[in-house]
């Protein structure tokens, strides 16, 4: 007679199948068959379980596994508020593209009606958090489910899948096969005509311009528009989420990025254009009734999500299908003596020196703490191509899309959909695990640090090599310089201070504070050797912040 299986070891099964390697969450009773099968499993192939101290970081941890690596994280937690606390790390991965799987624990069926300990409505919750939310009804069924959700969270546009688990379910028999791997859907290259008419556009316009988003930022994409832009001298705007996309050699084609305020040299650029290609942009970074207002020129979008068309947004080609594929289609038909015309090319050199001129650090004001700019200007030489760096989110994410540069695909993480605080640790140990041997750093300011600092045990017990810098100036200043550019004071911005380095010493880290700029550079040189995580408390002079929100354009927005 064959072994049987139960629901939670068919559940672990299916995983291996498919390739996940962690499972990230905080365990209960209804799904403690789960967390035992996973602890004690003695296939060397089964998903590594690692415990948390939220489920929402649980969450965020997965989501930076989706993000870094393209194949779906998985979080598991327990029912009623181990569910409703994953809300809002789902609702930031189904927003911002990361592909997520969310395993929840429910109550025994025949409970689901009843006012019964933790007893809420799982899948309807999760419904408007996630692309699919499925309460399995068998055991038999949980492989096949599981298989669907992976599908599903890495279909184009990536996100959150959510699975409720009865607590019968996972203790009950199965007797089908589990889903083998499930394999990659594969879109087509745009057709030849399709191809065509773009060189033609592009060749015909003065100024083409390329906006890479969110889904530009994919390997096969980057690798894309950098042979595309090693063949035809072309300018490329980044999104927040499309950081990197330019490599270091083919900076002179960089013009920054774009985000929040319209008013950066990007922004001036995309207005002058007579033909955008936005690559993989979705409006949840960068709405176009932003960036396309006051605009003459064309848009063509090359995405593998058809696009949402608003009155700001109308594409005059849209192009679905493969990017990288329909990228190397182009770039093998324009002639490789195309160029821009002679004054075209003077006036793009003279606005690039414009936008590097931009990062020119001040004279040191320590008395009033640290400038950001000098800030980025010690982490920028403390770090390689190789090193994440995650942000969160506040001031400081500002000045670090703007100024700071990276040259690798995903290696420069924001939330600039949801802006979602307390996502650069929970990536942070996301990264640590998926790039082992690699430097990470997450920075983040002192509000945001908070909504999942406790996470620095996890990453203790982890042994985790990660660099955590703490932006510190007593306010949820991003909200503060926004209320006084726009009334002339703030309101409901101030907290008590923090001594972080106490703080970080709690849970067995590192802390270190820096109060001198001339003192950064040594201690993060420093950090970067440092065997598991370490705090740098920066307290920072943001004086020049209501420049972040200075206007170049003319702009009602703003």
Known sequence: MADTKTGAQALIQSMINQGIKYVFGIPGAKVDQLFEGLQYSKDPRTPKLVVTRHEQNAALIAAGIGRLTGK?????????????????????????????????????????????HQSIPSKELMDAATKSSVEVQNADSLSETFANAYQTAVAPKAGATFVSLPQNVLSAAVTRPEIGAVPVVNQGVADEATVASIVAKIQAAKLPVILAGM????????????????????????????????????????????????????????????????????????????????????????????????????????????????????????????????????????????????????????????????????????????????????????????????????????????????????????????????????????????????????????????????????????????????????????FGPVDYVKYAESFGAKGVRVDHAADLAGTLAAAMHTDGPIVIQIPVDYRDNLKLKSLLLEDVLN
């Open 72 to 116: 779906p994280g998985v979080v598991a937690t327990t029912s009623g508020p181990g569910v409703s606390n994953l809300t809002t790390s789902l609702i930031t991965a189904t927003a911002e593209g990361d592909p997520v799987i969310a395993l929840g624990g429910q109550v025994p069926q025949d409970d689901l009606a009843r006012l019964t």
């Open 215 to 494: 889904r530009a930022s994919a390997n096969d994409v980057t690798a894309a528009i950098r042979d595309l832009l090693k063949r035809v001298d072309l300018p490329v705007v980044e999104t927040f989420q499309g950081a990197g996309v330019v490599s270091r050699d083919l900076v002179a084609n960089y013009f920054g990025r774009v985000g929040l305020f319209r008013n950066q040299v990007g922004d001036n650029l995309l207005k002058r254009s007579d033909l955008v290609i936005t690559v993989g942009y979705d409006p949840v970074e960068y709405e176009a009734r932003i960036w396309n207002t006051d605009r003459t020129g064309e848009v063509i979008s090359l995405d593998s999500v058809v696009p949402e068309i608003t009155t700001d947004y109308q594409p005059e080609m849209v192009v679905h299908a493969d990017v990288a594929k329909t990228l190397d289609a182009i770039a093998a038909k324009l002639p490789s003596d195309w160029k821009l015309a002679p004054a075209v090319q003077t006036e793009l050199t003279d606005l690039w020196q414009k936008f590097t001129d931009q990062a020119e650090v001040p004279a040191a004001d320590d008395v009033h703490g640290i400038h950001p700019l000098a800030i980025i200007k010690a982490l920028q030489a403390a770090v390689d191509d190789d090193t994440t760096v995650t942000a969160d989110v506040g001031s400081f994410y500002i000045w670090m899309a703007r100024y700071f540069r990276s040259y690798q695909p995903r290696h420069l993480l924001f939330s600039n959909g949801m802006q979602t605080l307390g996502v650069a640790l929970p990536w942070a140990i996301a990264a640590a695990l998926e790039r082992p041997g690699q430097p990470v750093v997450s920075v983040a300011g002192d509000g945001g640090f908070l909504f999942s600092g406790q996470e620095l045990e996890t990453a203790v017990r982890l042994k985790l090599p990660i660099v955590q810098l703490i932006w510190d100036d007593g306010h949820y200043d991003m909200v503060r310089f926004q209320e006084i550019a726009k009334y002339g004071h703030d309101a409901g911005v101030d």
